[in-house]
């Protein structure tokens, strides 16, 4: 027993340093200082911040498949308000993967892809630090 709720803390800690990395990254990945330059001399997101939000957006979505797939009913897992700002996190990212980096529209849904996975993983760091400070109650 308490090596498994050692685990359930360990995977916690870890997942709030991901949605602490993640929200870093966004933020710097906005200041001009740290972005790129293309051959056009336009502003690009810088490559390091961009590999960042890729493994955390790795995690989160390990994290979310890992739940469904131990979920008992996956009808109710899908109706849980918190998998589905998980989900609303996370599917902009793909989204934004099918999308031709070149074109106009591209570029707004960069900037709606960003607001849309802020807005929910502040959410989920405040939820997330609830949990773990219950979890670290109880163990």
Same mark, same amino acid.
């Given at each position: 027993?308490?090596? #498994?709720?050692?685990?359930?803390?360990?995977?916690?800690?870890?997942?709030? /340093?991901?949605?602490?990395? !993640?929200?870093? *990254?966004?933020?710097?990945?906005?200041? =001009? !200082?740290?972005? *790129?330059?293309?051959?056009?001399?336009?502003?690009?997101?810088?490559?390091?911040?961009?590999?960042?939000?890729?493994?955390?957006?790795?995690?989160?979505?390990?994290? $979310?498949?890992?739940?469904?797939?131990?979920?008992?009913? &996956?009808?109710?897992?899908? &109706? *849980?308000?918190?998998?589905?700002?998980? /989900?609303?996190?996370?599917? =902009? $990212? $793909?989204?934004?993967?099918?999308?031709?980096? %070149? !074109?106009?529209?591209?570029?707004?849904?960069?900037?709606? &892809?960003?607001?849309?996975?802020?807005? =929910?993983?502040? %959410? /989920? #760091?405040? /939820?997330? *630090?609830?949990?773990? #400070?219950?979890?670290?109650?109880?163990?």
């Amino acid at each position: 027993m308490w090596a #498994a709720t050692c685990c359930v803390q360990i995977v916690a800690l870890i997942s709030i /340093l991901f949605v602490v990395a !993640s929200m870093i *990254g966004l933020t710097l990945n906005t200041m =001009p !200082s740290l972005q *790129g330059r293309d051959a056009d001399n336009n502003s690009v997101d810088n490559v390091h911040l961009v590999n960042l939000e890729a493994a955390c957006i790795g995690w989160f979505t390990l994290e $979310y498949v890992l739940r469904l797939w131990a979920a008992p009913s &996956k009808c109710q897992f899908f &109706k *849980g308000a918190l998998n589905a700002i998980d /989900l609303l996190a996370i599917l =902009p $990212y $793909y989204v934004s993967l099918g999308l031709d980096e %070149s !074109s106009e529209s591209a570029d707004h849904f960069h900037d709606v &892809k960003r607001l849309v996975q802020v807005v =929910p993983q502040l %959410s /989920l #760091a405040s /939820l997330r *630090g609830h949990l773990i #400070a219950h979890q670290f109650r109880l163990g």
